[in-house]
């Protein structure tokens, strides 16, 4: 003869039933205060809105293979410029009116009222190259090198005398015995000069970890 056990379905207590007559299944009320990240800085919320989201990357305009590769050929060949320190052949690809802008952070759209950690023209290049090409500048001494690596370059508008293109870069910078990483985002604004070669109006240069700490001050153009 078998025997059926009666099984007791447990109920909810008082401290969980009240949620359970709501339309809610998580409280949202703080028992407690907060923990971990949050404890420390209140903005750290897995939850809390991105507050300084980018936005999404559009894809590149179409245009010719000969305009794509003069824009790549000629971000390569700052790249290497700056890794030989032909400081003068670097500069002589800015137009007259070139800027080279590195903001502080990457929500800023203007320099005039808001600091910046390079905002120059080529006059203040000129001053730059000076100062690093002295023979006492110590910031030029042996065993100091740096490797750029220019990559994912992407025309963002053309126009028949100017181009907008981005691109992302890594520099590895090699002081004596130390490794610095500098890595980013690069937007180049081109003008075509008189005798039809691309001219650098504008280079922002975001940088990834700009709000690291460093050990010395950034001393050349990245």
Do not use: C
């Not at 903005?43 to 590149?60: E, I, K, N, Y």
């Not at 120059?120 to 001494?141: C, F, Y």
């Not at 075509?192 to 970890?209: C, H, S, Y």
């Amino acid at each position: 003869m078998s025997t059926t056990k009666s099984m007791s379905i447990p109920t909810a207590g008082p401290d969980l039933q009240h949620l359970l007559d709501q339309d809610i299944v998580i409280d949202g009320a703080v028992a407690r205060g907060a923990t971990g990240a949050q404890a420390i800085e209140p903005s750290h919320s897995p939850r809390g809105p991105q507050m300084t989201a980018a936005p999404v990357p559009l894809p590149g305009v179409p245009v010719g293979a000969d305009v794509q590769r003069a824009v790549e050929q000629l971000l390569f060949a700052q790249a290497e410029l700056l890794d030989g320190k032909h400081w003068q052949a670097w500069m002589d690809l800015f137009a007259d009116d070139g800027i080279y802008w590195m903001p502080a952070r990457p929500e800023q759209t203007e320099w005039e009222s808001s600091p910046s950690i390079f905002i120059e023209d080529k006059l203040l290049m000129e001053i730059r190259k000076g100062r690093v090409t002295h023979p006492n500048a110590w910031s030029q001494a042996p065993l100091w090198e740096t490797n750029h690596i220019v990559s994912h370059v992407a025309v963002e508008s053309a126009q028949n005398n100017r181009i907008v293109a981005r691109s992302r870069f890594h520099m590895m910078e090699l002081r004596r015995e130390s490794i610095r990483h500098f890595g980013g985002r690069y937007q180049h604004t081109l003008v075509r000069a008189d005798d039809g070669a691309w001219k650098i109006q504008l280079q922002r240069v975001d940088l990834f970890n700009a709000q690291a700490p460093f050990d010395y001050v950034i001393q050349i153009w990245v």
